[in-house]
């Protein structure tokens, strides 16, 4: 199984499978393939997806229910996955000693082998990630798999004892050996007036974490301000950025 990924700003991941390959992804991650390439899509039927239990609990969790496998037929083909926002691609090589904790939209696809379930959810305040809480995907198993990043991506290796506190959305990959939890900012004046998070991700070393520089829900917070209100008619809809406006009327 051949890879190689396109792009810099909006990348994309080309997969070359030989007859007999396969890779899963979660439904609707597919961008294009070739004709030698057969999709099935089950409710967690795939080896990498644990069963039809494995995709419920992702469901609840707030993922999609069904996994799809892409596979080579009769030949050589060729199956592609783009990133959904400005990011990186990163492959990640599992040998069945590791596991990896990767932010919930981030699992982009991976061989059959590599298994995907929720391996953290945790409820925070409402309107904190659009009211559906914080939840990582673990990773693990043995082969190839690929995760989306959003934005840039700034590594940091971690020492034993050593801690590092991200706001939640940056968190974008690290070992599931570390110690991980979400804890509130102390201090009510931080709470009430502070213009940063109430809640901060606290990741304990050793071990390795890659961060994100654009979060989906900080870009969606940056943008909203600009997209018409509820109630709003289409027409004559106008979206301003930088004394500009843009659209009809």
């Known amino acids: 199984m051949d890879h190689k990924i396109i792009g810099t700003t909006m990348p994309v991941l080309e997969v070359t499978l030989q007859a007999g390959e396969s890779v899963v992804a979660e439904g609707g991650e597919l961008s294009w393939m070739t004709n030698a390439v057969e999709l099935h899509t089950a409710a967690g039927g795939t080896a990498g997806s644990k069963g039809v239990f494995g995709a419920v609990k992702r469901a609840i969790a707030g993922g999609t229910l069904f996994m799809t496998e892409y596979s080579a037929v009769g030949g050589s083909g060729m199956v592609a996955f783009a990133t ?11 040998d ?22 929720i391996g953290f959810q945790q409820k925070l305040s409402a309107g904190f990630f659009g009211g ?20 840039e991506v700034v ?6 004892g050593e801690v590092l506190r991200v706001h939640p959305g940056h968190v974008g990959l690290f070992d599931a050996t570390m110690a991980f939890e979400i804890e509130r900012v102390k201090g009510i004046k ?3 007036f502070g ?3 109430l809640f901060l991700a606290k990741l304990t070393g050793p071990g390795k974490v890659f961060l994100q520089t654009m979060p ?23 979206l301003s950025i930088g004394g500009f406006s843009l659209g009809n009327g």
Not at 132 to 151: K, N, Y
Not at 218 to 230: E, F, H, Q, S, T
């Open 155 to 160: 590594e940091y290796e971690l020492a034993p």
């Open 84 to 94: 959904k926002v400005p990011g990186h691609i990163k492959p990640i090589e599992l």
């Open 190 to 192: 931080n709470m009430l």
């Open 195 to 197: 213009a940063d998070a």
């Open 216 to 238: 989906l829900a900080n870009l969606a917070a940056a943008i909203g301000p600009y997209l018409p209100r509820d109630g709003e008619s289409g027409a004559g809809n106008k």
């Open 96 to 117: 069945g000693t590791r596991q990896l904790m990767v932010h919930r939209h981030g699992y982009l696809c991976g061989e059959s082998s590599v298994t995907l379930e």
């Open 132 to 151: 559906e809480g914080f939840i990582l995907q673990r990773v693990s198993g043995t082969g190839q798999a690929w995760v989306e990043l959003d934005g």
